[in-house]
């Protein structure tokens, strides 16, 4: 039994499924997988069924019925880890754009006593390969819309390789998450800095992805712009 689980939520990645599954169970620390499918048209599922043909005590599938979101997968994926007694739970994209060789580093900044492990493209500078100049520039001035808004001190807050303790997705109402893109991984943040969580940033290197399609989209964007000020009144109201 692992005490970590990465949950990978796909939709359409059946170039990289196998490879980032065995890239994760190729290191010397021993984590788990769970891959929360929406029910891919191009059968990922169907591989990662094979897959577990090979790493079954250690490769987990949930299929929806449709795409419903990122945020929706994860929070499903989270309460499937809690279920399961994992003690950190990862968030970690398909297409490589995350370096499974940084999960190590991520556990290793929870068990020294962090409560969420972000792994930040922009703490040490912008640690982003291969994508255009607009792209860089949108994320990066996303989070610093971010930190003017909530006053969270987060240089990276649309991260989405994650690393949490138990206790983080324990305290925080996963059933009044409403956000699915951007704003989900802001509002994760968010919650967990409202309720003195210890936050840290560890640097990684960001690699679009090579396969596969981006799911990045206008609507994805507004929700987060928006999203954002939504969060600030809701804990002006202490809702969250």
Excluded at 2 to 25: H, K, L, M, Q, W
Excluded at 105 to 126: F, H, M, N, P
Aim: a positive charge.
């Amino acid at each position: 039994m692992s005490d970590g689980i990465v949950i990978i939520p796909t939709y359409n990645e059946i170039e990289n499924i196998e490879s980032i599954v065995r890239a994760v169970f190729s290191l010397p620390k021993s984590f788990h997988v769970l891959i929360v499918d929406d029910n891919s048209p191009d059968k990922t599922a169907d591989k990662v069924i094979e897959l577990q043909k090979e790493f079954g005590n250690q490769l987990f599938l949930e299929v929806r019925k449709k795409k419903a979101g990122l945020g929706t997968a994860y929070v499903h994926g989270f309460k499937w880890a809690l279920h399961n007694n994992y003690q950190y739970v990862f968030e970690m994209d398909a297409d490589f754009s995350h370096n499974p060789n940084d999960l190590e580093k991520l556990y290793e900044a929870c068990q020294k006593g962090s409560d969420l492990a972000i792994g930040s493209r922009y703490v040490t500078g912008v640690n982003v390969v291969n994508w255009p100049l607009s792209r860089v520039l949108l994320s990066y001035f996303a989070s610093v819309y971010v930190r003017l808004i909530t006053g969270m001190k987060i240089m990276d807050a649309t991260a989405g390789f994650i690393c949490y303790r138990r206790e983080v997705l324990e305290k925080i109402n996963l059933d009044a998450i409403k956000f699915i893109g951007y704003a989900f991984q802001i509002e994760m943040k968010y919650r967990a800095f409202a309720k003195n969580f210890k936050i840290v940033e560890v640097p990684v290197i960001f690699t679009d992805r090579t396969k596969g399609q981006s799911k990045m989209s206008g609507a994805i964007i507004k929700e987060a712009i928006f999203g954002v000020i939504s969060l600030r009144f809701r804990k002006f109201l202490n809702q969250l």
